[in-house]
């Protein structure tokens, strides 16, 4: 490995956190690390630790040959996608080129997770716990609840109480309908597995307050059967690099069921960063192809709560 290293981050807009994170513990393994980031738009929050990058949108037809023009000129090494759609294109360009470094799996894998009836339909073929799936034609039992098929960050979900509900809820087929679990926990497992397959750490945490689909406080639990389901699922799909599971716990009766999974860091991950789970470590492991032994030992009640800042832009430059 160099000491200097080139990032690209796709949809890293966000995520100033975790990409301070990276720099810091580069620093501390000798590395030099270039941070960038493609967005639609120059005034995001990530401008002001690494260099924005316009590009197009995810569905450009010409987005691979332009990713690779930028790869080609910045001398990138490493991209890490961040938004859902962005994860098909990250492993589309690795697949095609193979010249730079992708933490994430078989294409096939990470399609079926974009598309939740899709991967609903995979996760009870494969017999994980899953809530129960409304389909046309059935009697429906309400209440339930209907995510956009390829929908993210909680936009678009709708709880259908009654009939009503069910008729105002046009192109019914684009949307996933499920049993909708009224008093539930809702559990994060942030999971790690490298080049070679193995998995490196699985952290669950509860996620406490969530706005517009991001965790805003979230601690971490060892909870062993959230961390059984979360391994099962690794083992079942041909997951690599950072992987979400994400689960609920009904409070009354226990029961344990799977929601969805993302490929890609989660929104949450520097929680779990700071329970002891060195993730920007296990990045740059895998990247050098080094021996990486599992992480168990982080800490249980690591809770993090996050608060609103600013970046300052003038005239779409990036001010101080």
Not at 46 to 69: F, S
Not at 120 to 132: D, I, K, Q, T
Not at 158 to 182: A, S, V
Not at 282 to 290: E, S
Request: glycine residues 8%.
């Amino acid at each position: 490995m160099n000491n200097e290293v080139n990032i690209l981050m796709l949809g890293g807009a966000k995520r100033v956190s975790f990409a301070t994170k990276l720099a810091i513990h580069g620093y501390r393994i000798g590395l030099s690390v270039n941070l960038m980031s493609w967005e639609l738009d120059k005034v995001v929050p990530i401008a002001c630790v690494a260099e924005v990058i316009e590009g197009p949108r995810w569905d450009d037809p010409d987005i691979l040959d332009k990713l690779h023009q930028l790869v080609k000129v910045r001398k990138i090494d490493i991209i890490i996608p961040f938004v859902d759609p962005s994860i098909a294109i990250a492993v589309k360009y690795r697949d095609k080129y193979g010249d730079v470094f992708v933490p994430a799996g078989d294409l096939t894998a990470v399609e079926e997770m974009f598309d939740k009836t899709v991967a609903s339909r995979r996760f009870e073929e494969l017999g994980l716990p899953v809530p129960a799936v409304w389909h046309e034609g059935q009697t429906p039992r309400f209440p339930l609840i209907a995510k956009p098929a390829c929908g993210s960050a909680s936009r678009g979900i709708r709880i259908l109480r009654n009939e009503d509900d069910m008729r105002e809820l046009d192109n019914k087929e684009n949307y996933l309908i499920q049993e909708y679990i009224e008093n539930a926990e809702e559990l994060t497992v942030d999971c790690y597995v490298n080049r070679r397959g193995e998995i490196i750490t699985t952290v669950p945490r509860r996620r406490l307050t969530v706005v517009d689909g991001e965790v805003t406080r979230t601690i971490t639990v060892a909870d062993r059967p959230v961390i059984e389901l979360a391994v099962d699922v690794l083992k079942k799909f041909d997951f690599k690099g950072a992987v979400t599971v994400q689960c609920l716990r009904e409070v009354t009766s226990g029961r344990l069921l799977l929601m969805e999974v993302n490929p890609r860091f989660g929104g949450g991950i520097v929680c779990s960063i700071h329970a002891g789970a060195n993730f920007p470590e296990f990045l740059f492991a895998d990247f050098g192809g080094a021996p990486m032994q599992p992480c168990v030992d982080w800490r249980h009640g690591t809770e993090i709560t996050r608060f609103m800042t600013e970046v300052v832009f003038y005239n779409g430059e990036l001010q101080g």
